[in-house]
C-alpha cells in the first residue's frame, strides 16, 4: 500500500526534499540540510561583508595618506 495525499482532488507529489520559507526540509522531517545551506548562505554574507570593509578601509587610508 502506498498511501497519497490529494488536495481539491489532485494528488500532491512526494518528493525527498523541499523548500519552505527558504528553509530546505527533507521528507524525514530532518534539518540537517537547512543546517548546511544556511551555514553556506552565512559564510557568503560575511565573506561579503568583510570584502566591503577591507575595500572601505584601504579607501579612507588612500585618502588619509594623500593628505600627509
Known amino acids: 500500500c502506498n498511501p ?3 488536495l481539491n482532488d489532485n494528488r500532491i507529489e512526494k ?3 523541499y523548500t519552505y520559507l527558504g528553509i530546505k526540509i527533507n521528507s524525514t522531517g530532518n534539518y540537517n540540510l537547512a ?3 544556511l ?8 565573506f561579503a561583508v568583510k570584502r566591503c ?3 572601505n578601509m584601504q ?3 588612500l ?4 593628505k600627509f
Open 4 to 6: 497519497y495525499f490529494k
Open 15 to 17: 518528493t525527498d526534499e
Open 35 to 37: 543546517k548546511v545551506c
Open 39 to 46: 551555514k553556506d548562505k552565512a559564510m557568503k554574507v560575511l
Open 53 to 55: 570593509l577591507l575595500q
Open 59 to 61: 579607501k579612507n587610508f
Open 63 to 66: 585618502i588619509t595618506w594623500r
